[in-house]
């Protein structure tokens, strides 16, 4: 899986990864690699009964990214390692689809939710509003509290239950059609490491104006973001009324190709995993 993902984005390296005195980029790519990780560091269920109050949190080795849930609890903003393919949630059932929230919508030769037959990967669940109440998730290098990195891009897919969601009329909330031209997309926003913006990059997991429903798994191109020390994942939808956004807020996340600059090595450290900062107090 590694190799496949990193192949993907090399169209793009070939344009943005020399610098002026050579023909040799200075960094070589690595990707998400969540196989062999401690158990603690997986989703123990579906629903995800370890994400909450029990200290959760995961690193990745291989790039050095990592992430805890906001105050210990997925239901705060989170991400999470999964390894739940896609399940079918029935309309008469729907008071009970939030129990399957670490479902992605895909399954694999494998009968795993990952790309490229892969595993496992993430599910990130949160959005960020002025209220400061709602809370965008934050993945973020952890070798030191100043660490920077390029993360060349990676791979989306939506979760069952925000498809369930969006295309069932469940008397609350608007399905998506082609007549109301619904929408639903992430936001990755680059942070330094001081938690100030470096640039957005947006992706559709629907939008019914063009091309419908988002299928599988799709690359998403960061590296216009540059060098940043953590990746906020903030969601948006058309379906959002007074009390906030009716779509669940989740996206799955798989393939995060990074570039480690040659000379240097990757290390994880818990305590650099960086806290969600609130809209209404961001600087």
């Not at 610098?19 to 960094?27: F, G, I, L």
């Not at 929408?183 to 926003?189: M, S």
């Not at 330094?192 to 559709?204: C, I, N, P, R, S």
């Amino acid at each position: 899986m590694k190799r496949f993902v990193i192949i993907a984005f090399m169209s793009v390296l070939a344009l943005a990864s020399c610098n002026k005195h050579s023909d040799k980029p200075n960094y070589y790519l690595v990707a998400t690699n969540f196989t062999g990780l401690d158990k603690s560091m997986i989703a123990s269920d579906v629903y995800g009964e370890n994400l909450y109050g029990k200290g959760y949190y995961w690193l990745d080795p291989t790039t050095g990214l990592g992430s805890k849930p906001v105050g210990d609890q997925y239901y705060s903003g989170g991400v999470a390692v999964s390894h739940f393919p896609a399940v079918e949630l029935k309309k008469e059932d729907a008071a009970n689809w939030y129990k399957y929230q670490l479902a992605v919508n895909h399954t694999n030769q494998m009968k795993y939710p990952g790309i490229e037959n892969s595993e496992f990967c993430l599910v990130s669940f949160g959005y960020s509003d002025a209220s400061g109440w709602n809370y965008a998730p934050i993945i973020n290098f952890t070798d030191s509290d100043t660490t920077t990195r390029v993360i060349e891009g990676l791979y989306i897919c939506n979760t069952s239950y925000a498809v369930a969601q969006m295309t069932t009329d469940l008397g609350s909330g608007v399905p998506m059609t082609k007549e109301n031209g619904g929408w639903f997309k992430v936001k990755f926003i680059g942070l330094d490491k001081d938690g100030k913006e470096t640039g957005k990059v947006e992706a559709y997991l629907a939008n019914y104006k063009t091309f419908g429903m988002l299928e599988g798994w799709n690359a998403v191109p960061l590296y216009t973001l540059g060098r940043v020390h953590g990746l906020k994942i903030d969601m948006e939808s058309s379906d959002t009324g007074a009390w906030g956004m009716n779509t669940p807020a989740y996206v799955a996340l798989d393939g995060i190709v990074v570039r480690i600059d040659k000379g240097t090595t990757v290390t994880t450290n818990k305590a650099n995993i960086m806290s969600p900062i609130p809209v209404n107090t961001a600087k």
